[in-house]
């Protein structure tokens, strides 16, 4: 059965693509982040695959959960990974986890009683060590409304069944992730930094891969104002840093009129995938990118405008 969506221009288009069932997709990550790229693991590996050469080191710019970066280097699709965080509590995480230091985060998960009272504790201390920041961070992300890690964030209050902060807190599963990142951790490399000074550091490496997730605020979309304490992007001046690698990258965008003037703009393409969103609405995402033609089956927006002009839906 084909998927029926919408092309960028309102015209129904079908495609073999189907939003991707992030059950099936090992879940690597210790966050839960809005935005988070699970769903989008499937169509990494296709991308990743089509490389003529292995890639060397894979760059994620905006790191958040890290799943890109976490799948590339686990299933040995590249050689090394480099993670850029902003946010300073996430990059607490990635600090420790990276330096090998997870097997105390781990040990401190699984140690920590789980309620109201104590979450609520550690989320509004002050800690001073880099490895309680990082556990902080981790409890503020499982126990608030969605994993929001923006500042007030309220606990959760209901969550799955009436569980509260015990919803999404599953202290042998993190462990576990946490001791799996440690297992390639010397393929792991964490920078606390901007994004785009790393764009500019490895700008004329041709072995860099680049997989670019920034937050949603193009297109006055509010959002990731709301969700991410870092979210101010300046969209056109990464379409511009974008457009000058040497390696090859993908971008990841929403679907809107402003992202879509900026790939004409860079000479860009781009082709919409389908995703769910938290509320299992299934809607489209931008993948941007220099060439995508790995993307089979899916049209560029340009041509889908063309070619599906007054086209009318059917199913079958």
């Not at 790393?198 to 949603?216: N, Q």
Request: aromatic share 10%; hydrophobic share 40%.
């Amino acid at each position: 059965m084909e998927i029926e969506q919408y092309s960028l221009f309102g015209d129904v288009i079908h495609t073999g693509y189907k939003a991707v069932n992030v059950a099936s997709v090992p879940q690597r990550s210790l966050f839960r982040y809005p935005g988070g790229k699970t769903w989008f693991v499937p169509r990494l590996r296709e991308w990743l695959k089509s490389q003529i050469d292995r890639p060397v080191i894979f760059i994620e710019p905006f790191a958040g959960g890290g799943i890109a970066s976490l799948t590339a280097v686990c299933e040995n699709l590249v050689s090394s990974a480099l993670l850029i965080e902003l946010d300073e509590d996430v990059a607490a995480v990635w600090e420790v986890v990276t330096s090998g230091d997870g097997g105390w985060l781990a040990d401190r998960i699984l140690s920590f009683e789980m309620n109201n009272g104590n979450a609520a504790t550690v989320i509004s201390d002050n800690p001073e060590s880099l490895r309680e920041r990082a556990f902080r961070t981790i409890v503020k992300n499982r126990c608030t409304h969605g994993g929001i890690m923006a500042a007030g964030a309220g606990l959760l209050k209901k969550g799955e069944s009436g569980k509260g902060v015990l919803s999404r807190w599953y202290p042998e599963t993190l462990a576990r992730r946490i001791k799996a990142i440690h297992l390639v951790h010397s393929k792991l490399e964490f920078k606390h930094s901007d994004g785009y000074g790393v764009l500019d550091e490895y700008k004329d490496d041709k072995d860099a891969v680049f997989f670019i997730d920034p937050p949603y605020t193009a297109g006055g979309k509010k959002a990731g104002n709301r969700l991410y304490t870092h979210s101010k992007v300046n969209h056109e001046l990464l379409f511009q840093k974008c457009s000058g690698l040497s390696g090859d990258f993908i971008m990841t965008y929403d679907n809107c009129a402003e992202v879509r003037d900026l790939t004409v703009r860079y000479g860009l393409q781009a082709k919409p995938i389908p995703m769910k969103n938290t509320h299992h609405a299934e809607m489209t995402e931008l993948v941007i990118g220099r060439n995508l033609d790995w993307m089979d089956g899916i049209n560029r927006v340009l041509e889908q405008q063309a070619q599906y002009k007054g086209a009318k839906a059917s199913e079958t």
